[in-house]
C-alpha cells in the first residue's frame, strides 16, 4: 500500500480509495465477491449525509427522495470502484486478481474565480476569442456544431438566453455522490454558468463570448459540498455515458498528489481529453490533477499578453513535460453569462479553462475522426509564446485556433495514409 494509504488507515481506521478494476468484474458475482472488502464506517453518519443529501436535492427538483446506501460504488465507463475500507479490507484488495490498483481517493475543491465584476456586453466578439483566432474559425463555418463537451462544475442555468439550445444533458449528483432523478439545469452558485457559457455560449445581439456557440455541453453539478470524490466520479462517468471526449474541470487538490491519477488514466483510456486549470496560488504553486502530465493543463493571461499574476506555475522533476501550465488562456476580463439573464466578468485560470476546452471542441468538430491525443498536440502544436511572456510561466504559451486546425488536418492525412 502507498504510505499516504497506510498513515490514513493508521490514524483513523479506515480510508475512503479508488479501485482500479479489471475488466473480470463486469459479472455480477465478481462484484460482490469485491463488495465484502469495503466496509461502512459509521451507520448513523452515513445516514445521517443520505438523508441530508436527499432533503438537499428535494428542495430544487421538487420531489422527495428514498435513501440509497453504498458499500461500494462502480463506475463502469471508467472501470473504477469506490468506497470505505478497514486495514484488512485494503490488503485483500490489493490481493485480488480483479484490482489493478488501490489508491485513497483525493479530495478535490473548486478553483474559484480570483476576481468578479459585473460587467454589460458590448456589440464585438470578447477579447479571449479574438486573441486564440476563434472567430477566424467561425468565418469558416466552424462553430463546434455536433460536439458534446463534458462540464463537470456547479452545474449550469438552462432558463439563461446565452445558453438555450446548448445543454446536450444534465445530471445533479447529491451530497453522498447519488444521480438525481429528473434533476434540472440548475448551478447551485454561478461558477457553472459562467465556465459554461464560454464553451458554449451562444451569440446574443449585444455580443459573443462563447467559443464553440454551436457545440453543446453535458453539464454535471458535482461541487462543493457533500462527498466530492463520489460527486466527481460520478459525473465523469456519465459524461463519457454522454459521448463527450472533451472534459473541461476548472477544480483541483493544492499541491502535487497522485491519487487521482488513476482517473485520468481512465479518462485518457475512454478517448476523453481533460481540460483542467492548473489554480489561482501563483508561481511555484500547481493543483492536481491540473499539474499531472496527462493532462492538458491551463494557465490565465491577460489581454496584454502576460500571465496572469494569480495564475499558478511549477516546475516538476520529472523528464517528460516538467513545466506546468502546459499552456495559457485568456482568464482575465473574461466574459460570460451567470444565472437569472446576468452578465460579470471573472478572473481565474477557471476561466481560461473553458476556452481551451471550446477550442478542442472546435477542432473536433471540423474532424471528427480525431482522437484526443491529436486534438491535444493539434493546440500543444499551435502555441506560441509571445517575447512578454516568461517560459516558466506561461510554458508552450498561447494557442492558435488557425494553426491548431492546420495541425490536425495534416495529422489526420498522415493518419490515413
Not at 157 to 169: S, V
Not at 258 to 264: D, I, K, N, S
Not at 281 to 305: F, I, K, Q
Amino acid at each position: 500500500m502507498a504510505s499516504n494509504l497506510e498513515e490514513t488507515l493508521a490514524g483513523v481506521g479506515y480510508a475512503k480509495v479508488i479501485v482500479a478494476l479489471k475488466p473480470t468484474l463486469a459479472a455480477a458475482s465478481s462484484k460482490a465477491a469485491l463488495e465484502q472488502h469495503f466496509m461502512i464506517p459509521s451507520e448513523p453518519q452515513m445516514k445521517s449525509l443520505m438523508a441530508v443529501a436527499a432533503r438537499s436535492a428535494s428542495k430544487r427538483s421538487g420531489h422527495p427522495r428514498p435513501m440509497e446506501e453504498h458499500k461500494m460504488k462502480v463506475y463502469p465507463h471508467l472501470g473504477l470502484a469506490l468506497g470505505f475500507v478497514d486495514r484488512g479490507g485494503a490488503i485483500a484488495l490489493a490481493a485480488s486478481n480483479q484490482v489493478e490498483r488501490v489508491v485513497e481517493a483525493p479530495e478535490l475543491s473548486l478553483i474559484r474565480p480570483f476576481a468578479r465584476r459585473s460587467a454589460r456586453l458590448a456589440a464585438a466578439p470578447t477579447w479571449g476569442i479574438k486573441r486564440l483566432k476563434v472567430d477566424r474559425l467561425w468565418a469558416q463555418g466552424i462553430k463546434g456544431k455536433g460536439v458534446i463537451v463534458g462540464h463537470l462544475d456547479t452545474g449550469i442555468d438552462g432558463t439563461h438566453p446565452a445558453l438555450k439550445d446548448a445543454i446536450a444533458a444534465f445530471a445533479e449528483f447529491d451530497l453522498a455522490g447519488d444521480k438525481v432523478p429528473g434533476a434540472r439545469p440548475t448551478d447551485s452558485d454561478e461558477h457553472g454558468t459562467h465556465t459554461a457559457g464560454t464553451i458554449v455560449g451562444r451569440s446574443v445581439p449585444k455580443g459573443a463570448f462563447g467559443v464553440a456557440p454551436e457545440a453543446k455541453v453535458a453539464s454535471a453539478m458535482v461541487i462543493e459540498g457533500g462527498q466530492v470524490i463520489d460527486r466527481i466520479l460520478g459525473g465523469m462517468d456519465w459524461v463519457i455515458e454522454q459521448g463527450a471526449q472533451i472534459l473541461s474541470m476548472s477544480l483541483g487538490l493544492r499541491g502535487f498528489t497522485p491519487a487521482f491519477q488513476t482517473v485520468v488514466t481512465a479518462l485518457r483510456n475512454a478517448n476523453v481529453l481533460p481540460v483542467i486549470a492548473v489554480g489561482n496560488e501563483g508561481p511555484n504553486t500547481s493543483r492536481s490533477p491540473g499539474n499531472y502530465d496527462t493532462v492538458l493543463a491551463v494557465g490565465a493571461m491577460d489581454s496584454s499578453d502576460e500571465v496572469a499574476d494569480f495564475s499558478s506555475s511549477q516546475r516538476f522533476n520529472r523528464p517528460g513535460d516538467p513545466l506546468v501550465p502546459d499552456l495559457v488562456a485568456p482568464g482575465v476580463d473574461v466574459l460570460s453569462c451567470v444565472p437569472n439573464g446576468r452578465f460579470a466578468k471573472m478572473d481565474g485560470s477557471s476561466m481560461a479553462t473553458p476556452h481551451v476546452a471550446g477550442l478542442a471542441a472546435l477542432l473536433l468538430s471540423a474532424e471528427p475522426a480525431a482522437t484526443a491525443d491529436e486534438l491535444e498536440q493539434a493546440i500543444l502544436g499551435s502555441c506560441v509564446r509571445p517575447s512578454s511572456m516568461l517560459e516558466f510561466r506561461g510554458n508552450r504559451g498561447v494557442p492558435d485556433a488557425v494553426a491548431a486546425l492546420e495541425i490536425l488536418r495534416s495529422s489526420r492525412l498522415q493518419a490515413v495514409a
